[in-house]
């Protein structure tokens, strides 16, 4: 390993949006920090002396449900994270001998519980997109067989940042009457997302990411459809029909199970709320020539760019191979000479890396979100000229 020379910059500047956000909205933090101030309550759905958090979890409910413009808020189902969201999603909807098409550009979030259930008899096929992350729909079409059940798909890669075609992926996938599941971590804020018109049975989300919100929470949103053929994977108290050992099957209860997340709620419903009154188009303009202008810098550099360099077809993530030296060396000089904080290696998607060419030797990973400056790219593109042409000098 390359010793670094030096840090030139007294202060950090943070390029791992896609990963989470940085800071929160002010007016996040003033809710949850008067909600810890004056709220001491216990599961609300068992107490009578104070519904506050009963209130905190409809509201939640209902801005969710506006901001994806789903039918019915009982069908949004709180969970920690994404994560789980899909694990509850694959297990619920899939048993042994049904057949699903995911792609090859999924996050381990999708990846690893589709390993498991194949070990379960669950048939899988992943539909290859090319080299920069793109998906041709129609291939869905060839993938079909009789027991297909589900198609699952991210919105965009966390490392390649192409959007995939959804709503005619969903639409082909709907004409053959299958389920459709959207894994939304990487676009939802970037782009407007409508549950109804997409075709999406199933929409999952994270709270801590582009929404603003804090770590702990998120959900995904059901379809009648999906309401009505998906199973309880976990079980527990509701506060409702104790006397059976039965999960109760009205919503939300049949898919939430132990005490919520009162506070997480809280900061995604009023994140929401505040990425409302910016706009998200406005949000999408700003990431957008964030991401021309990084983009615009990096032409002539030693380095390859992965994914297509289409800002309107991509999310604000940009993953560089460098040519002449190691990923983490040049995660490490970034860092410890410019204070640039990025994500190297595989980005928790062996199978996007292994689509682009760059599994053997990782990637670099920038990505921005509302909160980045010019100012900030300037820095990083200045950066990596130094490193990569000039020697780090």
């Known amino acids: 390993m390359l010793k670094p020379k030096g840090k030139e910059s007294s202060q950090t500047t943070y390029m791992n949006y896609a990963a989470t956000s940085l800071h929160k909205p002010q007016p996040v933090i003033d809710a949850v920090t008067n909600y810890l101030q004056n709220n001491n309550e216990i599961t609300p759905q068992r107490s009578y002396l104070n519904f506050s958090g009963q209130n905190i979890i409809f ?81 869905i079409e060839s993938a079909l067989q009789k027991n297909t059940k589900l198609l699952v798909m991210t919105h965009a890669s966390n490392v390649l940042a192409s959007v995939l075609p959804v709503e005619r992926c969903f639409e082909i996938a709907h004409k053959h009457k299958l389920l459709t599941v959207l894994d939304t971590a990487q676009t939802a804020v970037f782009l407007p997302i409508d549950q109804q018109s997409s075709h999406i049975d199933v929409l999952a989300f994270t709270g801590h990411k582009s929404l603003l919100a804090l770590t702990g929470i998120g959900g995904f949103i059901l379809s009648e459809k999906a309401a009505h053929q998906m199973q309880p994977w976990l079980t527990g108290g509701t506060g409702l029909f104790s006397d059976s050992v039965v999960q109760p099957d009205i919503l939300p209860d049949k898919f939430e199970a132990g005490t919520p997340n009162n506070v997480g709620i809280l900061s995604l ?38 994914g297509n360099t289409d800002v309107t077809n991509r999310v604000p993530v940009v993953s560089v191979v460098p040519q002449q030296l190691e990923v983490n060396e040049l995660t490490q000089f970034l860092y410890e000479d410019y204070g640039i904080i990025t994500r190297h290696g595989l980005h928790c998607a062996p199978s996007a890396h292994k689509t682009a060419g760059s599994f053997e030797t990782g990637a670099l990973r920038f990505s921005f979100g509302f909160e980045t400056t010019t100012t900030e790219i300037n820095h990083c593109l200045t950066a990596l000229e130094k490193i990569l042409i000039k020697g780090g000098n």
């Open 269 to 306: 419903k009023t994140s929401l709320e505040w990425i409302k009154q910016i706009g998200i188009k406005n949000i999408q303009e700003s990431e957008q020539a964030l991401t021309q202008q990084f983009l615009s810098g990096l032409k002539g550099m030693p380095l390859k760019i992965l």
């Open 59 to 139: 509201q939640g409910r209902e801005a969710v449900a506006d901001f994806f413009h789903a039918k019915d808020s009982s069908k949004v189902i709180f969970t920690q994270n994404i994560t789980l969201s899909l694990n509850m999603i694959l297990h619920g909807l899939l048993q042994t001998g049904d057949h699903v098409i995911t792609t090859s550009v999924e996050h381990n979030a999708v990846m690893r519980p589709l390993y498991l259930l194949e070990q379960e008899g669950v048939e899988v096929s992943y539909l290859a997109c090319d080299t920069a992350g793109e998906l041709t729909p129609e291939k």
